[in-house]
């Protein structure tokens, strides 16, 4: 099993910022490496389906992104620190929802499809005020 612990989730203004962070960790982390999944952020608005925000290959080759967040958000991993990043600038109204960290075993699927996420953390949620 592998267990996601997002945080740095919060209240901001408009045309803020807040960087989120996943933390992996479980035994499948342990005896592997953080390296083995695609790790992917996605959102979920209140009474609004989850969407695909940002994802980022193993070893950090190649991001992804949704066009609604190209250009603002920023995905990075850390897989020395099991540790996954969204720094999210320039912040709208819209933005507000809560985030979660998912992890994709490589080769497993495509990068925006929350069903083909194999882990998922519990959220953080990001609330963007005008």
């Known amino acids: 099993q592998v267990q996601l612990v997002e945080s740095g989730g919060g209240l901001v203004q408009a045309g803020g910022s807040l960087r989120l962070s996943c933390a992996c960790s479980g035994r499948t982390i342990s005896n592997y490496n953080m390296g083995w999944f695609r790790m992917g952020w996605f959102r979920q608005a209140p009474g609004k389906e989850r969407e695909f925000v940002a994802a980022?290959?193993?070893?950090?080759?190649?991001?992804y992104y949704a066009d609604s967040v190209k250009g603002r958000f920023t995905i990075s991993r850390d897989n020395a620190k099991n540790t996954a990043y969204l720094q999210m600038n320039s912040l709208k109204p819209e933005d507000t929802a809560d985030y979660y960290c998912?992890?994709?075993?490589?080769?497993?699927?495509?990068?925006?499809?929350?069903?083909?996420?194999?882990?998922w953390g519990q959220g953080t949620q990001v609330t963007v005020s005008s």
């Open positions: 980022i290959s193993w070893n950090g080759g190649n991001t």
């Open positions: 998912a992890a994709q075993p490589i080769n497993s699927g495509t990068y925006y499809a929350k069903n083909d996420y194999t882990y």
